[in-house]
């Protein structure tokens, strides 16, 4: 057996190995399928007041449409002086603050400033009794500096929102100057009131700067509260909590108050459930629409279409849990790196002959060593770089098998495309397998080198398709790059014409807005056409198809059977290819989607692929422009 079988053989096997840990994955994103619906408490006021009834008939009329919980905003001083449960009655000669509290608010105002704030607190002696209904407490600051101090969740409105059947999501702010005492003394105070997942207020999460320690260790104790990680969100500190504590933490998906100015009930309900399908959302934030004619029922209708939207998405509705640990074994990193490096060799060996597999077992054993380290030590970005290298490699050994002289005994071109295909998705098994872990589910760390992964199966089809930069010995690898560089050399010495300026900025144009809108998070905005179009797929097909598959799979096929022309069309065909090879690798990349979505997307791809290659050969062979001889025959 050689040295070249022995490699397809360990990369087969090494593969079977990898689909353990994805396997472990997928089971864990099949086990969370529960999503919650939290509307805002002051908008529910709002809608309560506009219609005339009760607060406690609005809560259970959306319980009942599909609300699962009510997000409560801890009191403010201000916000609790605008109530008129307190009245203020500032110093400025003495640069005090007199707070008069009623409502029996005395007890909690008083220990949330003492145990939550730096700001020194004194009580009259006329208010030094207990259970007073009417007290008072001097503050040794002004009120403007003092008005926005959080003095936590009223118990009360806590009672009331259960008393109707829905759940508790608090909302905390970080009060200025925090310590590890202060911050315990507000996750505490939510702990009391049991409730058990909380999303953080204004620009910066507790305990953000020099403090996360206090706040990550309650959120990792066997009693924890759950941290709401707002997608998109701007929270300073909020990645250093997800990175923390991924097995507490709960993706959330909101529309903010500026973007429901131009929004509809449809097009929301259609973001949230693909938030919620296709990102691993579990809190939507819902905001509702309250300025129309007819208020509760437009309400109603946006949470039970919503609710409704979730269920066609096979997602069910209720109290949303953190993803559990997915435990990547240290054997699924290995069998990884075994695929990658036997990959690599491959990839190699077809391209210049003249490099020796014997080297192949060492690469093997040194590749085995250096995951069995990273893993062990917990070395990250190690991890990472051999990750992005199998996601740029497989799927350039994709692009090589194109190449029409890899020897494939009795490969018809079935055989061929079945092997291209399988060869590049190892690219994302081998992703998914180093980072089987729930810290890349909640989107706590992301994939390396997202762009790259779009390049280089690029690249190496430029190199071998374009200009056939392979050669089976040194000198021979010599002469054709010396051959490749006159040829270059002449064509730069030929006039330019115009539609050669043109076609080249259109080419590089369209690679920069590839490029620009690859990533997980994209630098390039959306067209209204294509928005519009997008949601045309989504309902159509559940899962829409990555344009880029739609428009580059059909030459992978083109590819295979375009072997005897004339005419280059072969070898563009086959560089046009290696960007749906790259694509489908790269579609894995995004770690934070589901794996189920991600393969239904690029399935799609190459079905559509498929169809459309049969029907761009037929057209070729009517108009003439390809010979039916010069078409291979599938």
Known sequence: MTIRRMLWGILILAAMVCLIPAANRFKTEQKNRRVEIALDIMEMRRLAASEGIPFTDILRKLKAAGATSVLVQEDTLDSLRELGIIEILPSTKHQTTLLIVHQGQFDRIKSNIQNRTAVQIAIPEQFSGSDLEDAGIVAADRWDAIKDIGVGIDPEVVALVRSAGLRVVGRVGNNPNPSDTRIAATLNDIRSLKIDTVIFSGMSVLGAGNRYAETVKHLNEPSAIRFGSIEFGKQTGDATLVKRAPYNTIRVHTITSSEMVTATPAANIQRFALAARERNIRLLFVRLFLDGAEPLATATSYVSGLRNALFRSQLGVGSARPYAQIGNPMLGRIAAGVVITAGIALLLDFTFGFLTLRAAPLMLAVSVALIAIATAAEIMPALKLISLLGACALPSLGVAILHPAFNLPGGTTFKRLLLVLSVTMLGPLTVVAIHADTLFLVKGDTFLGVK??????????????????????????????????????????????????????????????????????????????????RSLLDRVLFVRPRFKDILFQPFLLLS???????????????????????????????????????????????????????????????????????????
């Open 560 to 634: 295979l059977v375009l072997t005897g022309t004339k005419w280059p069309l072969q070898r563009v065909a086959a560089i046009l290819a290696s960007i749906a090879l790259a694509s489908m690798v790269n579609t894995f990349c995004h770690l934070h989607t589901p794996l189920v979505i991600s393969a239904l997307r690029v399935g799609y791809g190459v079905v559509f692929g498929l169809i459309a290659a049969v029907i761009i050969k037929r057209l070729l062979e009517r108009f003439g422009i390809v010979g039916a001889r010069e078409v291979m025959s599938a």
């Open 452 to 533: 790259l992964t779009l390049i280089a199966p690029l690249v190496v089809a430029v190199l071998l398709h374009g200009l056939n930069l392979k050669a089976d010995s040194p000198a021979g690898l010599v002469a054709v790059v010396r051959e490749r560089i006159t040829m270059l050399v002449d064509i730069s010495r030929n006039p330019i014409l115009i539609w050669q300026v043109l076609l080249g900025g259109g080419v590089l144009v369209a690679l920069a807005i590839m490029l620009m809108r690859s990533g997980n998070e994209s630098s390039v905005g959306v067209s209204s056409l294509e928005l519009q179009l």
